[in-house]
């Protein structure tokens, strides 16, 4: 009952920490109470882009007479396209389970109680350890809306798991979750209305570009409401009303579906993280320095619950930092190139600074902005789409954001990830070949 390390929370964070400290040799051993691979795998990430994938295949042949292929009838099939992506959940579990067999790691499946840094319990069980892992993930945040006690809402899990599409549906937040269910709902028919507090959708991503996928999906049918606070929730003929308040005035959306996706926050109740008495950041995240270790030593907190960025890839390779610091490798996280990706349909994706937060900054830069159409390919494969690429130049030459609509930007933003972590020069990043032709090009015309 003793390791070496353990772990709280089977997500990104904690099965990649547990299968390179497994690798390494030390003994480890990892909680979960619900399933490996946490929100992300199981009812997060994975799960929606199989049916988003599914909704784009749906799209590419209804518009397949573009590109000269003519399909006399096209149809789908809601509950095939929910069993496939449990399929596919399933299969990448087991590939989760496997590799931490693998790698020598014990994994308990129950909730795990904190009663010191170096003493978990777990039911009746008690395990020591010389290093504590924290990554308890994040949860559905559902704001206290009048009325909300009385209508039956969806959250995510409950929309990925709906085997019937609904007339009508109103999303309650227009971030990443709220805009890919819209891409998802929208392509298969349904009405959608999104309602976004922000004058904006997708906070915290590139504005310009953010307006630019609004527009499109606009064209496409969804209704947006900025700037505009729900005030009430209601029943209303076997759906719910929404009522909400914005500049023009008072209003309300009736939809036969109501999804709340107004973001998530870190879990950090129910499993004694307050017997540690760790410090704490002003927004109330537990406070880390840049090798993941929190101010009692011996802890680590990797994932959401450091609010540095609830994205599982920040998550991983902030669980790759905590390891090697427990095994004394030097390596230290970086947050100056963490990809940001919406996977709608164009997707958008951004990595380092934005325009706003240049400005906001007072950080010089040059702005370098050009149509997709300047890449052969992306106009090969899309006909009658637009789409813009951004990158920003900071005054010694160096990259310091790039940021994409159009498909397929979550496959080619690495490549200026690299740039921004590398800090690399104009000149430098020129140098580079790209291959002819990619629509990966498009940065190569962009310098």
């Not at 990259?399 to 496959?411: K, V």
Request: proline content about 4%.
């Amino acid at each position: 009952m003793k390791y070496q390390v353990i772990i709280i929370g089977g997500g990104p964070a904690g099965y990649t920490a547990a299968e390179a400290a497994g690798k390494a040799g030390l003994s480890v051993l990892l909680f979960e109470k619900q399933n490996l691979g946490g929100v992300c795998l199981n009812e997060g990430c994975i799960p929606t882009k199989t049916l988003l994938y599914s909704a784009k295949t749906y799209d590419g042949v209804r518009h397949a007479s573009k590109y000269a292929v003519n399909v006399p009838e096209v149809s789908f099939d809601l509950a095939k396209i929910i069993a496939r992506k449990s399929k596919v959940v399933r299969k990448l579990v087991l590939g989760v389970k496997g590799k931490l067999a693998s790698n020598n790691v014990t994994v308990v499946n129950g909730e795990a109680y904190i009663i010191d840094k170096n003493t978990v319990r777990c039911g009746e069980d008690s395990y020591e350890c010389e290093n504590l892992i924290i990554c308890t993930g994040s949860e559905t945040f559902i704001p206290p809306f009048a009325g909300i006690d009385t209508v039956d809402y969806w959250t995510h899990r409950d929309a990925l798991d709906n085997k019937e599409l609904p007339a009508s549906l109103a999303i309650v937040g227009g971030g990443v979750i709220g805009m890919e269910f819209a891409s998802f709902f929208s392509s298969l028919g349904v009405q959608v209305t999104v309602v976004e507090m922000l004058d904006e959708i997708l906070n915290g991503m590139d504005k310009e570009l953010s307006a630019l996928l609004r527009a499109e999906y606009a064209k496409r049918g969804v209704k947006f409401l900025l700037s505009t606070k729900v005030t009430s929730l209601s029943p209303n003929d076997g759906g719910v009303a929404v009522a909400y308040e914005n500049a023009e005035g008072t209003g309300s959306v009736v939809a036969g579906k109501i999804l709340m996706s107004v973001g998530r926050r870190p879990v950090t109740k129910g499993f004694g993280l307050e017997n540690l008495g760790l410090v704490l950041t002003e927004r109330g995240n537990v406070a880390v320095n840049n090798k993941m270790q929190a101010s009692v030593p011996g802890v680590y907190v990797c994932g959401d619950l450091t609010g540095f960025s609830l994205l599982a890839h920040t998550a991983v390779r902030e669980a790759e930092v905590a390891v090697h610091a427990i095994l004394d490798k030097e390596d230290t996280m970086s947050y100056r190139a963490i990809p940001g990706v919406v996977y709608t349909n164009p997707e958008i994706a951004g990595v380092g600074q934005t325009e706003e937060s240049l400005l906001a900054k007072g950080i010089p830069f040059h702005v370098i902005k050009l149509p997709m159409a300047y890449s052969g390919r992306f106009v090969a494969e899309n006909e009658g789409v637009n789409g813009m690429c951004k990158v920003f130049i900071g005054e010694d030459k160096t990259i310091l954001g790039a940021h994409i609509l159009g498909n397929p930007a979550s496959e080619i933003i690495t490549l200026a990830g690299m740039a921004v972590e590398m800090k690399l020069t104009v000149a430098e990043w020129k140098k580079i070949v790209f291959p002819h032709p990619t629509v990966a090009e498009i940065f190569r015309e962009a310098l």
